[in-house]
């Protein structure tokens, strides 16, 4: 990953928030997709729901080496919200079914309805890094009262900043999350 990943990677750093992540997008070699990244972009570009199953049947391996919680309580499990309404295409959209993967692997408890965004924004996959985190506080996300101590598992398809992440968690916060993890299935660079 470039300099510009690393940055956002840093903030949730900042933020005490741990990342999780199962594979980079990109072979670190050349500009060939990894395994997993040729997954992802299967089920995230085409729409192809075996890519999909494969993709989560994968993910759900990263709810065994997650820590115990310091208090011992189960963990809540949060897609990212997405930019626009869900649709019916390859069962849903992916990073829906890659948290509910892990939620069924006993990662915690699946909840959908925990972060809701409250404004529609552009997506990030094209903007310039610099002017993601902006529109990643624009679209306004807000955490329910429920997330108020508890640990909760934030869940993305892939990150390339952080900026998303980064606006989840800290609304998790702000709502008195007691500790945020994020689970990513990769982590990409601008090539």
Same mark, same amino acid.
């Given at each position: 990953m470039n300099g510009e990943g690393a940055v956002g990677?840093?903030?949730?750093a900042r933020l005490g928030v741990e990342l999780v992540l199962l594979a980079d997008y990109w072979r670190p070699d050349c500009d060939e997709r990894t395994d997993v990244g040729r997954l992802v972009h299967r089920a995230k570009d085409?729409?192809? &729901?075996?890519?999909?199953?494969?993709?989560?049947?994968?993910?759900?391996?990263?709810?065994?080496g997650l820590a115990e919680t310091r208090d011992g309580s189960d963990r809540l499990v949060? &897609?990212?919200?997405?930019?626009?309404?869900? !649709?019916?295409?390859?069962?849903?959209?992916?990073?829906?079914?890659?948290a509910r993967?892990?939620?069924?692997?006993?990662a915690g408890e699946y909840r959908c309805?925990?972060?809701?965004? !409250?404004?529609?924004? &552009?997506?990030?996959?094209?903007?310039d890094p610099q002017q993601r985190p902006e529109i990643a506080?624009?679209?306004?996300?807000?955490a329910s009262g429920e997330a108020?101590?508890?640990?909760?598992?934030?869940?993305?398809?892939?990150?390339? !900043?952080?900026?998303?992440?980064?606006?989840?968690?800290?609304?998790?916060?702000?709502a008195g999350a007691a500790t945020v993890t994020a689970a990513v299935a990769a982590r990409t660079r601008r090539v």
């Open positions: 990677v840093r903030s949730l085409h729409d192809d &729901p075996g890519a999909a199953r494969q993709l989560a049947d994968r993910f759900a391996g990263l709810a065994e949060v &897609p990212v919200p997405p930019t626009l309404p869900a !649709t019916d295409a390859a069962g849903g959209l992916l990073v829906d079914v890659l993967s892990l939620a069924a692997a006993g309805d925990l972060v809701v965004r !409250t404004a529609a924004t &552009p997506r990030l996959r094209h903007a506080a624009a679209a306004g996300y807000r108020a101590g508890r640990h909760v598992l934030v869940v993305d398809d892939v990150i390339l !900043t952080g900026a998303t992440l980064g606006a989840v968690a800290a609304c998790l916060q702000d």
